[in-house]
């Protein structure tokens, strides 16, 4: 079971913690920490007997002397690294959607499919209540399983999976906002037109923009306004010493944000 303590915490590493280790070209590798266990790669071994007990951004060293940082991992990091049944929504995504949702602690989310748990553990470390559907089982599990392993096991106090497909009818209701990451969302449209509170919002992640076209002619037919689809990239820049320029290599598409918010009909 993880330690209780946050991953933001400025106590030593314990066993059972999980960790990432950074090596000199900016590699990240995740680790769970175990007594008497160690952490292999190209470079050679750094026991895990050395990490715990440290302070974080402590640097280690293997026997061919090459350095990594240890550093409690960030949701980033953990979203990128962790074990995955299905493909997750990218860091570059979550946060818009965390804005675009208005997500607010205590907020009562419906969401669906879960996935891997990415968006979960967004939400629910923003202090969210999330009720998820999932139609696959060992995607549910491995959900549950990716946000203890960030978040700790009282986050899953906040945090209800069911296997349902949320295209059928469902009584759940009460939400404050809704977030979808399916083949058809327009399927599930109609529910949370009951379902939701009024003024709720709801972020729908999609991949095709056929399937925002679909969407949007859904939305257009019920009680929904301020309807925007938005798309994010993400550049980064080389700035070494005088040379100035934008990096050759982008996260161009992963996917289309489209969101709206529910009206009394």
């Known amino acids: 079971m993880k330690p209780e303590t946050s991953n933001t915490s400025n106590t030593s590493f314990r066993s059972g913690e999980h960790i990432v280790l950074i090596d000199?070209?900016?590699?990240?590798?995740?680790?769970?920490?175990?007594?008497?266990?160690?952490?292999?790669?190209?470079?050679?071994?750094?026991?895990?007997?050395?990490?715990?007990?440290?302070?974080?951004?402590?640097?280690?060293?293997?026997?061919?002397?090459?350095?990594?940082?240890?550093?409690?991992?960030?949701?980033?990091?953990?979203?990128?690294?962790?074990?995955r049944g299905a493909q997750v929504i990218y860091p570059k995504d979550l946060g818009p959607i965390l804005i675009l949702g208005d997500v607010f602690a205590g907020a009562r989310i419906f969401e669906s499919g879960v996935g891997s748990g990415a968006l979960s553990t967004a939400l629910l470390r923003a202090g969210a209540f999330v009720t998820g559907y999932e139609i696959r089982e060992d995607f549910a599990v491995r959900a549950r399983s990716n946000v203890e392993m960030f978040l700790g096991t009282d986050a899953l106090d906040r945090y209800e999976v069911k296997i349902r497909d949320a295209y059928q009818p469902f009584e759940d209701a009460e939400f404050d906002r809704a977030l979808l990451d399916l083949p058809e969302p327009w399927q599930v449209v109609p529910h949370l037109e009951t379902s939701m509170r009024s003024g709720g919002i709801l972020v729908v992640y999609n991949p095709s923009i056929i399937q925002v076209q679909n969407l949007r002619q859904r939305l257009d037919q019920g009680p929904w306004v301020m309807v925007e689809t938005v798309e994010v990239m993400h550049r980064t820049w080389h700035v070494k010493g005088n040379s100035v320029r934008p990096d050759h290599r982008m996260v161009g598409h992963t996917g289309f944000l489209t969101h709206a918010r529910l009206v009394e009909t």
């Open 24 to 83: 000199n070209r900016q590699r990240r590798y995740l680790v769970d920490l175990e007594e008497d266990g160690e952490f292999h790669s190209h470079a050679g071994v750094v026991p895990h007997n050395q990490i715990i007990g440290t302070s974080e951004a402590t640097e280690f060293r293997t026997a061919s002397n090459a350095r990594f940082i240890a550093l409690r991992p960030t949701l980033s990091d953990h979203v990128l690294k962790m074990p």
